[in-house]
């Protein structure tokens, strides 16, 4: 069984930064990918960033420059620093990986996390 655990939601004013958190518990052989996607109200989930094994990262275009993704392999854990943010990235941000449970290889979501960008 695999848990993942977000953090780091919240309420701020455009211009603001948070930081997101995203922890793994449970049979971890491995973790492949690690990622962000967002889904604001009535639009679909898209993503936001990925980082895999090796650090390569990929961003939407609308957050390059921005946000930053990183990960802590030892503490099975993902981070997005967002910074100079704005109204359109109000979301629920959802943590995605890609990871070997010691069985098989699958996808697994976070229960997700609110980010309120306000004017």
């Known amino acids: 069984q695999v848990q993942l655990v977000e953090s780091g939601g919240g309420l701020v004013q455009a211009g603001g930064s948070l930081r997101l958190s995203c922890a793994a518990s449970?049979?971890?052989?491995?973790?492949?990918?690690m990622g962000w996607y967002r889904q604001a109200p009535g639009k679909q989930r898209d993503v936001v960033a990925t980082?895999?094994?090796?650090?390569?990262?990929n961003y939407a275009e609308s957050v390059k420059g921005r946000f930053t993704i990183s990960r802590d392999n030892a503490k099975n854990t993902v981070y997005l620093q967002m910074n100079s943010l704005k109204p359109e990235d109000t979301a629920v941000y959802f943590c995605?990986?890609?990871?070997?449970?010691?069985?098989?290889?699958?996808?697994?979501w976070g229960q997700g996390t609110q980010v309120t960008v306000s004017s």
């Open positions: 995605y990986f890609v990871l070997n449970n010691g069985m098989y290889v699958r996808n697994y």
């Open positions: 449970g049979s971890i052989f491995s973790i492949n990918v």
């Open positions: 980082i895999t094994s090796g650090s390569g990262t």
